[in-house]
């Protein structure tokens, strides 16, 4: 699966990396996403479904 | 009720209503599911409105909630420009404005909340409210370069408004209530701060009981001005109207539900059995805080919509429990605050300030952490935000 984070979006609420912390990180200052693995395991696709629809933003997709 | 559910209604297509929706098919429901949007547009954010698509920086297309091949992959009916006039809970019948009854065998209301008005005024052109993209566009029209605008209300919304018209190049005056902007949420050592950041970028400020809006003045159905309490004047231009909002709750009336401020929920968001709320509309008891709250905060209107997504499809009664979040984005500066912090007993600063673009305030109610402010502080946000969540005693980790 292929994950994309729009980070102009991204209000920085940090949901994504509280449900995927192996997927998403935030940065120090503003806490916007950083994307860890941009073609994540599918051992991590729940987790990152989850975020995706998650996103108070909906900055990020996914493609399967 | 039937055992399982087969048919789903949900009231409202904006933040809560559409991710319930996504959230259903998301945990498998794979039966009937019906949206009813009063407005016409595909479903989008509301944040951006008073940011990024007021000043034109974004198009209407960008702030879309889902592209129209992941909406139509929802298979989800959306019945466009129709608002619901009625609910019957015995019968399990939902009426709308355009005369059809939508029978349901679970309900999700996600109605929002409306944008209060001055009184005598809403009819005046030139005077503005902000919540949908209809509204923005409208405002954005008159938003031009050495034009005055009078901002009513210095909170969220109306700060976030001003910051935006100066950066188009009007003139801004900004009237708030109480002697601060923000002061009413974030206390008066904050909102001097977030005034001094206002008149900086040139905000004239009128503040204090004194400057409280009397009434707008008017010529051929345009506004001229604003009359004040202490019977001075201001002339204008546009006038934007950010006094709060109320939840939109009137249609609900007669129906049985308990509708005091918002939806009244039991603490897993039902509101009735089979009915539940989710979003701006929804007072709950929040576990959290072990206190009945109604969160307007864009990222209560997911979390809550998640949840209700999975109630429908498991029956339990798992409550609700969230620390809420929200920013404001103002000039350069994005403030966040965790937490819940309305009736607050005390606001610390600990670090920084708004001329550093670098500051951490902290919250107490009672003897515990309620909130947490930061900007340019992502990092040590997150560790106070687990300090909310963790219910931390305020002499453990505040000093003094």
């Known amino acids: 699966m292929k994950v994309i984070a729009d980070i102009e979006v991204c209000v920085a609420a940090g949901v994504c990396a509280a449900i995927a912390p192996d997927v998403f990180d935030q940065d120090d200052e503003v806490g916007k996403v950083i994307l860890l693995d941009a073609n994540p395991g599918d051992d991590q696709l729940d987790a990152v479904r989850d975020a995706v629809l998650s996103c108070p933003s909906a900055a990020l997709r996914l493609v399967e | 009720m039937s055992a399982a559910p087969s048919n789903i209604v949900i009231v409202g297509a904006s933040a809560a209503g559409l991710t319930t929706a996504a959230a259903l098919r ?33 198009g209407v297309d960008r702030v879309a909630l889902k592209t129209e091949a992941d909406l139509a992959s929802l298979a989800v009916d959306i019945r466009s420009g129709v608002s619901a006039t009625k609910l019957d809970v015995e019968r399990s019948i939902l009426s709308l404005t355009d005369a059809t009854d939508l029978p349901f065998d679970r309900l999700v209301i996600a109605t929002g909340v409306t944008p209060r008005v001055l009184p005598e005024s809403a009819h005046l052109a030139g005077v503005h409210t902000l919540r949908t993209i209809d509204d923005t566009l409208a405002l954005s029209e008159e938003l031009v370069a050495g034009r005055h605008l ?12 001003a910051a935006a018209a100066i950066g188009l190049g009007l003139r ?6 109480r ?8 206390g008066p050592a904050i909102g001097a701060e977030v005034a001094a950041l206002h008149t900086g970028h040139g905000v004239e400020l009128r ?11 008017s010529s051929a159905g345009r506004v001229t001005g604003v009359l004040f309490t202490d019977g001075s004047t201001l002339n204008a231009d546009v006038v934007f109207v950010a006094i709060g909002a109320s939840p939109t709750v009137d249609w609900l009336n007669g129906s049985g539900l308990s509708i005091g ?13 089979g009915i539940y709320a989710a979003g701006d509309v929804a007072r709950w008891e929040n576990p959290a805080f072990d206190e ?21 499809v498991d029956g339990a009664p798992d409550a609700f429990a969230s620390v809420p979040y929200f920013w404001t984005d103002q000039y350069d500066l994005k403030l966040q605050v965790h937490g819940w912090i309305p009736g607050y007993d005390e606001v610390r600063i600990l670090e920084g300030s708004l001329v550093e673009r670098r500051m951490l305030a902290v919250f107490r109610r009672g003897d515990r952490v309620v909130g947490a402010l930061g900007v340019g502080a992502a990092k040590a946000l997150r560790q106070w935000r687990q300090l909310i969540v963790d219910r931390t005693a305020w002499a453990d980790v505040v000093g003094g």
Request: net charge negative; proline share 8%.
């Open chain 2, 292 to 312: 009945s709250m109604r969160v307007e905060h864009r990222t209560n209107a997911t979390e809550q919509a998640m949840h209700v997504g999975a109630r429908l």
């Open chain 2, 26 to 58: 998301r945990n498998g429901y794979d039966r009937d599911l019906t949206l009813v949007d009063a407005e016409r547009h595909v479903p989008y954010d509301r944040p951006p409105l008073s940011k990024h698509l007021l000043t034109g920086e974004w």
């Open chain 2, 150 to 161: 009078v901002v009513v209300g210095g909170g969220f919304l109306g700060t976030e408004v």
């Open chain 2, 207 to 217: 503040t204090g009981p004194e400057n409280a809006v009397q009434s707008l003045l």
């Open chain 2, 261 to 273: 401020d918002g939806v009244e929920c039991a603490p897993d968001l039902s509101a009735a059995p």
């Open chain 2, 179 to 186: 002697p601060t902007p923000l002061e009413r949420s974030l």
């Open chain 2, 172 to 177: 801004v005056t900004l009237v708030n209530s």
